[in-house]
């Protein structure tokens, strides 16, 4: 199954970027082993709308233009569900075992996600209720995918 992460808004090159590509560069080296392919990340270019909602509107529809019919949408937002890294490595599983091809995991930006993204996301995840900047978000969602793919694999990365 291929797993690419779509993110609103650019990240600069700097430590964040650094980070975050080093975890999705173990990713993508671990993830065959367990029949996840890293297809990248997709940035996002952000909204220029007057207001907050005519500005997630935009973002969710370019999104909304990426996605493949029969891909997995994971959303991430500071309301949605928290997950264990062993849960969140279990919904990859099961999405792969059920023969999913692709999946999306989604980043918002400044103002969040739009509502009928959020209507149509399997999954709304959290990473605990504190706002993140959406590059911090993005190098723990590297080295979460990581981490699943370790979990998925039985290497002792992750302990329990
Ligand atoms: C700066 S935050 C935007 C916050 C925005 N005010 C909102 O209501 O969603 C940018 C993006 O980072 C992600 N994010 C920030 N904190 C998060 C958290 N605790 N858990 C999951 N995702 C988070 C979300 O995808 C969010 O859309």
């Known amino acids: 199954m291929k ?3 779509h993110a609103v808004g650019r990240m600069k090159a700097g ?3 650094q980070l975050a590509d080093r975890y999705f560069e173990r990713f993508a ?3 065959p082993a367990v029949g996840l392919e890293f297809a990248g990340v997709a940035e996002i270019v952000e909204g220029r709308a007057q207001t907050a909602n005519e500005r997630r509107r935009e973002e969710g529809q370019k999104l909304q233009g990426q996605l493949q019919p029969g891909t997995a949408l994971f959303l991430l937002d500071e309301r949605g569900k928290s997950f264990s890294s062993e849960d969140f490595a279990g919904r990859i599983g099961q999405l792969r075992d059920g023969g999913r091809k692709a999946l999306v995991i989604a980043i918002g930006g400044a103002d969040g996600h739009d509502q009928p993204l959020r ?3 399997e999954l709304v995840m959290s990473f605990g209720l504190l706002t993140w900047p959406h590059q911090l978000v993005r190098v723990m969602l590297g080295e979460q995918l990581y981490r699943a ?3 998925l694999s039985g290497h002792p990365y992750h302990r329990s």
């Open 29 to 31: 080296k671990s993830g």
């Open 3 to 5: 797993i690419s992460v």
């Open 15 to 17: 430590p964040e970027k």
């Open 119 to 121: 209507d149509q996301a």
């Open 149 to 151: 793919a370790t979990i």
